[in-house]
T-cell receptor, first 114, second 113 residues
Framework: DQQVKQNSPSLSVQEGRISILNCDYT??????FLWYKKYPAEGPTFLIS?????DKNEDGRFTVFLNKSAKHLSLHIVPSQPGDSAVYFC?????????????FGKGTKLSVKP | GAGVSQSPRYKVAKRGQDVALRCDPI?????LFWYQQALGQGPEFLTY????????KSGLPSDRFFAERPEGSVSTLKIQRTQQEDSAVYLC???????????FGPGTRLTVL
């Protein structure tokens, strides 16, 4: 049973527009959430994170929103650039109760068209 | 500074062979994690080390999988008697502590024929 779900396998966006990637989770014990970006033949690269005590975290063009009551988070990229084309993984952890291992979604492939 | 490195980057094994995959974490990082990523899936946790101590091996799929980190730095994931279902990318990640951001290596793509 998947604890972290990314229901959109792919997303295509025009350069300059907003990209919104979504993620749902089922485990209410998760207290930390991260987004990783992955290019082919490379390992995941950390992008941005958010603690469960916050509802928003921003870093440049990237903003993550957390809705705890809905068990939903989203990553907004504004403006989108062709170099953002990659697979984006949502991950969650129960830092309070585990050794910090991450539970990942299956990923969403983002294509930003010039 | 140097990131996490893994070797080999690609490994082809015949079914039944033993393989060893190496991970060099970021210097000074206490925590080290191994993950397995099957095609089209997200990474799945295998095992966790704090320094040289293996504190969690709940994700190892069978007793054919063994990991070690004898001096608290370099780690090796060993798979004995490889099977076709072991074909995957094996990712290593390190972090300053278990509650810090994990930084991933490039992975080792294992193909078992």
């Amino acid at each position: 049973d998947q604890q972290v779900k990314q229901n959109s396998p792919s997303l295509s966006v025009q350069e300059g527009r907003i990209s919104i990637l979504n993620c749902d989770y089922t485990n209410s014990m998760f207290d930390y959430f991260l987004w990783y970006k992955k290019y082919p033949a490379e390992g995941p690269t950390f992008l941005i994170s958010i603690s469960s005590i916050k509802d928003k975290n921003e870093d440049g063009r990237f903003t993550v929103f957390l809705n705890k009551s809905a068990k939903h988070l989203s990553l907004h990229i504004v403006p989108s650039q062709p170099g953002d084309s990659a697979v984006y993984f949502c991950a969650a952890s129960d830092y309070g109760g585990s050794q910090g291992n991450l539970i990942f979604g299956k990923g969403t492939k983002l294509s930003v068209k010039p | 500074g140097a990131g996490v490195s893994q070797s080999p980057r690609y490994k082809v094994a015949k079914r039944g062979q033993d393989v060893a995959l190496r991970c060099d974490p970021i210097s000074g990082h206490v925590s080290l994690f191994w993950y397995q990523q099957a095609l089209g899936q997200g990474p799945e946790f295998l095992t966790y080390f704090q320094n040289e101590a293996q504190l969690d091996k709940s994700g190892l799929p069978s007793d054919r999988f063994f990991a070690e980190r004898p001096e608290g730095s370099v780690s090796t994931l060993k798979i004995q008697r490889t099977q076709q279902e072991d074909s995957a990318v094996y990712l290593c990640a390190s972090s300053p502590s278990h509650k810090d951001t994990q930084y991933f290596g490039p992975g080792t793509r294992l193909t078992v024929l």
